[in-house]
């Protein structure tokens, strides 16, 4: 079975064939042989792979997100999730630095 591609490769061969053949015509209809072989261009046409990525400039934007602020400032010393996946409520998402509030309950 031919495939698309193959069958345009085909298509222009015969066209490109028809249309410099097409000049000579005329002249063999006056009666003006010619002895030599009919010349005509012909183009070989190779398959190359087409590029199936496209660039552009621009921004992604997620479809959802969150901004995380805390109730107290401090230093986070965990995170207790990876970027992208789904928690649920009320899930530890961070740890900050609490050994001195620590200190000061024990007293």
């Given at each position: ?17 028809f249309?410099a ?17 009919a010349?005509f261009?012909?183009?070989v ?23 995380i ?18 928690v649920?409520k009320?899930a ?16």
């Amino acid at each position: 079975m031919i495939s698309k591609q193959q069958s345009g490769y085909i298509i222009a061969i015969t066209l490109l064939s028809f249309f410099a053949c097409k000049d000579k015509q005329p002249e063999q209809a006056q009666g003006q042989r010619q002895n030599s072989p009919a010349i005509f261009d012909a183009i070989v046409a190779n398959p190359e792979p087409l590029s199936r990525s496209l660039e552009v400039p621009g921004t992604i934007m997620p479809f959802e997100s969150t901004d995380i602020h805390p109730e107290i400032s401090g230093r986070v010393t965990g995170i207790s999730f990876k970027e992208g996946t789904v928690v649920s409520k009320g899930a530890l998402l961070v740890k900050l630095f609490d050994e001195d509030l620590r200190a000061q309950l024990e007293k």
